[in-house]
């Protein structure tokens, strides 16, 4: 249609000598933009001279301008409309792709932090509320009028007792124990190592206080990563100086899954959890075999009688100079601490106490001289050693030593009689603390 238009109006500007004469053309320039030309022969010149002039060339060219300006009315607005539009396309082009490849960036920076928090929320996600009953306690989460109070200072716990022979190797223990005292004070934090990866946020780590030296010695470190689902990694270190290196010698499978952070090294065994169970097993390091399993009485697990920092910690072992134990909870004891002191060998129940301390008020536990020490909280600062409870006597008493939590998140605490430390796992950091005891 606007061809026919240009060449109608060709035609009215040449006029009618012109027509036979005038011829038209429309081609692409090298830009694939459209070009129309026209051309008219002369009426009087058969050649053209050098130099274009004379009334018949200011003629013609009046006639072209005319014509130029007739074809751009024509065709200028709708072509510029298109170049105008083709330009702003190729702007929103690029600014989407510039969108697109944003996004991509924040999907891929979302992605790799939801799997780093994947593995942590594992233990975390069917972690139940516990249930604290209504009965009065105090800041320490002990019961009151639970027993007689001497002069307002101490608050004697009443403890049951139950009783079996005493093995020949726990009367040896107890005496041979001539450096024991009550714990004084705790010294400041030593960091040895920082685990990698999310896997690491809590974990268990050890030296053995009774090696036998068959395969491995007393400096021989135990580290257990306690994050996922199916947690058996026991990996073994040739001493401190390589553990802070991070050089492992051996990294040994369990044949049944950890749970939580309740495990021990004594007398070139493991000891742990079963996961999901009360069940104890004994494991050999030096052949890598379960040689013991026994459930723990009417102990409490998976949630049921944790720490208050949760993690499944409702069985957990220790070890001391009078051997070793279990610190747990019963549904008889209705979420107070129940302690008792097994066989190495056999892990049956030697004795028992019940105390009236609830286990879902205190971080953290361990065992110094047949006493059972706890602590107020994992993730404060400066806390401190709170508790108490000599197995001895069946008193309890409270304490106000000083404890740092360095890293703000304390999962793990356990006694080393040989090296008099504690030893602790503090928000992927592998500390130690020097204790002081005094004499009984």
């Not at 129309?36 to 060219?61: H, K, M, Q, R, W």
């Not at 049921?304 to 279990?326: F, H, M, N, R």
């Not at 536990?365 to 709170?386: E, Q």
């Not at 006597?393 to 999962?411: E, Q, T, W």
Request: hydrophobic content about 35%; some cysteine.
């Amino acid at each position: 249609m606007w061809v026919r238009l240009a060449v109608f109006a060709c035609w009215l500007v040449l006029g009618g000598q012109g027509q036979n004469r005038a011829s038209f053309h429309r081609s692409g320039d090298r830009n694939g933009r459209c070009q129309y030309t026209f051309t008219v022969d002369s009426l009087v010149e058969s050649s053209c001279p050098s130099s274009i002039g004379g009334p018949e060339a200011g003629n013609l060219s009046a006639r072209l301008t005319l014509l130029e300006a007739v074809v751009s009315r024509v065709l200028g607005a709708e072509g510029l409309t298109e170049v105008v539009g083709e330009a702003s396309d190729v702007q929103e082009t690029r600014r989407l792709i510039q969108d697109k490849e944003q996004l991509d960036r924040q999907v891929q920076e979302l992605r790799r932090r939801v799997e780093e928090l994947t593995m942590e929320t594992e233990k975390l996600r069917e972690k139940p509320c516990p249930l604290v009953q209504a009965d009065p306690t105090d800041g320490f989460g002990v019961m009151k009028g639970s027993g007689p109070v001497t002069n307002g200072e101490f608050q004697e716990l009443k403890a049951e007792l139950s009783e079996l022979p005493v093995p020949a190797k726990v009367r040896e223990n107890v005496q041979n124990n001539t450096d024991c005292g009550e714990l004084v004070s705790v010294g400041e934090p030593e960091t040895h190592q920082k685990a990698d990866g999310i896997t690491g946020r809590y974990g268990m780590w050890f030296q053995d206080p009774a090696a036998t030296g068959r395969y491995y010695g007393p400096n021989t470190v135990w580290r257990i990563n306690a994050v996922g689902k199916d947690v058996k990694e026991l990996y073994a270190y040739e001493n401190l100086e390589q553990l802070a290196r991070g050089f492992p010698m051996k990294v040994v499978v369990l044949p049944e899954p950890v749970e939580s952070t309740g495990a021990t090294v004594y007398r070139g065994f493991l000891y742990y959890q079963r996961r999901r169970s009360p069940t104890l097993l004994r494991f050999d390091l030096a052949s890598e075999k379960i040689v013991v399993r026994k459930d723990l009485p009417q102990a409490g697990f998976h949630g049921k009688y944790p720490y208050s920092w949760g993690g499944y910690t409702d069985i957990d072992l220790a070890v001391d100079e009078q051997g070793l134990w279990a610190i747990y909870s019963t549904d008889k004891a209705r979420g107070a601490i129940v302690l008792s002191q097994l066989d190495p060998e056999s892990l049956e129940v030697i004795r028992s106490w019940e105390t009236n301390v609830r286990k879902n008020k205190v971080a953290n536990a361990f065992m110094i001289c047949g006493r059972l020490y706890t602590v107020a909280s994992y993730s404060t600062k400066t806390t401190t050693v709170n508790y108490t409870f000599d197995t001895a006597s069946g008193k309890s008493k409270m304490l106000d030593v000083p404890f740092h939590n360095h890293y703000r998140y304390n999962s793990m605490i356990d006694y080393n009689y040989a090296k008099k430390k504690l030893y602790a796992w503090d928000n992927f950091h592998m500390v130690t603390y020097d204790v002081k005891l005094e004499g009984f």
